[in-house]
T-cell receptor
Framework: EADIYQTPRYLVIGTGKKITLECSQT?????MYWYQQDPGMELHLIHY???????EKGDLSSESTVSRIRTEHFPLTLESARPSHTSQYLC???????????????FGPGTRLLVL | TQLLEQSPQFLSIQEGENLTVYCNSS?????LQWYRQEPGEGPVLLVT?????EVKKLKRLTFQFGDARKDSSLHITAAQPGDTGLYLC??????????????FGQGTILTVHP
């Protein structure tokens, strides 16, 4: 069973507010990822990290930012939320190493964000 | 950009029927993974295939990786209501800048009616 946690699970917030979505894993994984997913649709990678102090933008442009100060923690921040940010945000982690992407990605339960 | 085309997008069948979901690309992947996602949860890995032509079985689920490592299929035999969910294929690149990153297909929403 994966030990990766996301809070909050649901968030309804007004336009212009600053929000931080939390993601923590207790597996000691080096790699962590943030995906954006609309209901029943594919996942789009928006940020990833290969370790502490390493962050990269993903394939889908996002106005959010991330930080990786500790191995187990990978928070995502939106400085000014807009209705276009309404979506589900999924955090994942995987082991580092040389398996070339074959390692399993373990996903958290997601945060459903609604911006009014 | 490596794109994965998944089909069908929606599948509604009766309990006991068989089904196949396809995942196709013009790009070569070093490996391909299949995930299942239930409402309100994150995806959970079902299988990883890494060798061209590889076939893996997981109870009533059979996964196949194409010989050229550009496509994959998921076949479910005698589907049950518990198989209902979103099935996602995801390909891993051949290394370099795509190292460790996955490209996901659009997903197939499967509904199995009792």
């Amino acid at each position: 069973e994966a030990d990766i946690y996301q809070t909050p699970r649901y968030l309804v917030i007004g336009t212009g507010k600053k929000i931080t979505l939390e993601c923590s894993q207790t597996m000691g994984h080096d790699k962590m990822y943030w995906y954006q997913q609309d209901p029943g649709m594919e996942l789009h990678l928006i940020h990833y990290s290969y370790g502490v102090n390493s962050t990269e933008k993903g394939d889908l442009s996002s106005e959010s930012t991330v930080s990786r100060i500790r191995t187990e923690h990978f928070p995502l921040t939106l400085e000014s939320a807009r209705p276009s940010h309404t979506s589900q945000y999924l955090c994942a982690s995987s082991e580092g190493g040389t398996s070339g992407g074959r390692e399993t990605q373990y996903f958290g339960p997601g945060t459903r964000l609604l911006v009014l | 950009t490596q794109l994965l085309e998944q089909s069908p997008q929606f599948l509604s069948i009766q309990e006991g029927e068989n089904l196949t979901v396809y995942c196709n690309s013009s790009s070569v992947f070093s490996s391909l993974q299949w995930y299942r996602q239930e409402p309100g949860e994150g995806p959970v890995l079902l299988v990883t295939v890494v060798t061209g032509g590889e076939v893996k079985k997981l109870k009533r689920l059979t996964f196949q990786f194409g010989d050229a490592r550009k496509d994959s299929s998921l076949h479910i035999t005698a589907a049950q209501p518990g198989d209902t969910g979103l099935y996602l294929c995801a390909g891993a690149g051949a290394g370099g800048t795509s190292y460790g990153k996955l490209t996901f297909g659009q997903g197939t929403i499967l509904t199995v009616h009792p």
